[in-house]
């Protein structure tokens, strides 16, 4: 199936996001992917059997969150304009989110920008990266804090490329799915509960319908200004998590699963949510084998860690907060008490 | 007088160039000048006392095109992390072409994309860097290689900052204004040829209908695929001129000076315009102490070079040629016969 996107705000024309067995694609162009050793090694054969272009090159950049900054974005230029890429040239991201992040922020500067699609490989590229036009890297002073705002030309999805994916980066990615559905859809969040997702058909589904759901969100919002924020139901408690382990203990996915529990009970405590709901939001997670705990040590640093966030331009801390499933309600008026009675129900009990 | 650029296919919902003395300045968000030593001696103070602001800082780069590299966005990236600024906040560019084009990649990429002004301090800026949104920096593969199409919020253009502006770098801005009159307004020429722009009335007009133009030009065609290549008149001899004298003997105007008087008798080669009107431009070149001839050493080599720059996506050479005094033709199909017959004009005579 097909996907249009066309963000109203944006410069491009739109594009689409086809969801389908890869098909043989052809450009009168120069093009390079870009990718890293390990995807290279399952998939580039299949992935340059399918490419027909002037002329095709590659581009492999270290596998890891650790690469994501500006030096290999540099090495990426230099080896562009080394292949004397024009600017007609592609460039295609084929990989997780980080190969995305980074091809699409090296397509936006290369000549002041050329076109770049993405043949995301990971379930959380697929219904994450491939749109909303965000492209990065990190710093010293924080995640994705370097980039733009570039659309790709084309997105394809191929669950074919899935099969290689270890089971925990799956369940990370379906945490995403499952955001959305408690967020947006109601309907959906029920397909999720009754089905297993085995079936390519079923899979195909779920990925359309939450892409379809970021592409209606973001298409409001492009520049982060409103409803766009809804899709960090989770993260506020997730980037806390994150911090605490320094980001080694829990996939991000992970991270944001335990972060929507909290965000849940902090929704049943201001009784904009059933107790029930929770419980369903819960078992969905665990069906996915996604983590639903987390224990906090001391519940006032883990709140003061809340005004961290450097992006955040006041000191108001914002909670996306569901409101039954299916629905949401923004809170940035939620008092400090109400917030430490939610926490210390993950409280580490002394042993 | 205010001119409003609105940018028919930009996301950004257009802006003004104010030509003017300037304004106080008011902004309730944390503002960051960028500047160098040169402009910083003669005029910060005076700038300082003009803003407003939640939280004001400067961020001095080094003076020079040589340091319009990724390294310096870089640790200019770095100060701004360290002053902590937000997505909301400001950089103002306060300089010439260089700290332009080197605030506005910066602020694209900030935590992708916060909002820059313009105060440009030189002729040239003020005219040309102004309008059209070009932001970048060189690489050693060439220049302008790595950036971004990118709009400010405002710009302000101010010409009480040029009485510090050496007379030669004054000209070499006036070879801009001369080469858009000869490209697009008739009107124009004759006024720069009557007019010696010693007023400040007269200056400002002229900036203005220069900077109307280039409006014009850039609203047509954003992202350079048609008629903006035509602002590249004279250019392809200038690069050529520039790469044999390393960019070392001529600012970037005086080599576009010689590159029109080259084009123009290419264009009365092909009788697209008389002799009487090339000389009237090589005239109103003189009137601003421009450069107007050059000595080729080997006319074949010189031949040649057209064919260095890494953009062109094919290797066919686009000749922009005045077509009378303010109408232009694009050619590429001239032969290298009649190339050579003019370049041959410009033949160092050895003594």
Redesign the interface.
């Known amino acids: 199936m097909i996907i249009p996107i066309r963000l109203e ?3 491009v024309r739109g594009y689409n996001v086809t969801i389908d067995r890869l098909p043989k694609l052809s450009f009168d162009t120069k093009v390079v992917i870009v990718t890293n050793p390990t995807v290279a090694g399952f998939h580039l054969d299949n992935l340059l059997s399918k490419i027909d272009a002037k002329d095709l090159d590659v581009v492999t950049v270290k596998d890891g969150e650790e690469y994501k900054n ?1 030096d290999t974005i ?1 090495d990426i ?1 230099d080896e562009l ?1 080394t292949k ?1 890429l ?3 040239s592609l460039l295609i991201a084929f990989g997780g989110g980080v190969i995305g992040d980074m091809t699409g ?1 090296t397509a ?6 050329i076109d770049f699609i993405q043949i995301p490989t990971t379930l959380l590229a697929q219904v994450d990266a491939s749109v909303g036009g ?3 890297v990190n ?1 010293r ?1 924080g995640k ?6 570039y659309q790709p030309k084309a997105v394809y999805i191929d669950i074919d490329f899935l099969k290689t994916l270890p089971k925990r980066e799956f369940s990370a990615g379906m945490a995403e799915l499952i955001k959305m559905s408690v967020m947006f859809d109601r309907e959906f969040f029920e397909f999720l509960e009754k089905d297993d997702l085995s079936s390519r058909d079923s899979l195909n589904r779920a990925i359309a319908r939450s892409v379809e759901l970021k592409a209606w969100v973001v298409n409001q919002d ?2 982060e200004a409103g409803i766009r924020a809804v899709l960090n139901y989770g993260h506020t408690f997730a980037h806390v998590i994150e911090n605490e382990t320094n980001y080694r203990e829990y996939l991000h996915g992970e991270a944001v699963a335990i972060g929507m529990v909290m965000a849940n009970l902090l929704s049943y405590e201001l009784a904009l949510i059933s107790l029930d709901e929770v419980d369903r939001v819960k078992n969905l997670l665990i069906k996915h084998n996604l983590p639903i705990t987390y224990e906090i040590r001391d519940i006032e640093i883990f709140y003061n860690k809340f005004f961290l966030d ?4 006041n000191s108001k801390i914002k909670f996306i907060l569901p409101k039954s499933i299916g629905d949401f309600e923004v809170r940035d008026n939620i008092s400090k008490e109400t917030i430490l009675k939610v926490l210390a129900k993950f409280k580490r009990v002394d042993r």
Chains 1, 2 share one sequence.
Do not use: C, P, W
């Open positions: 705000s944006s410069t500006l540099v230029l304009f004397q024009d600017r007609k922020f936006s500067i290369y000549q002041r920008g965000k492209t990065g710093n002073f994705n804090l370097i980039g733009a705002f492009e520049k450097k992006k955040s331009s």
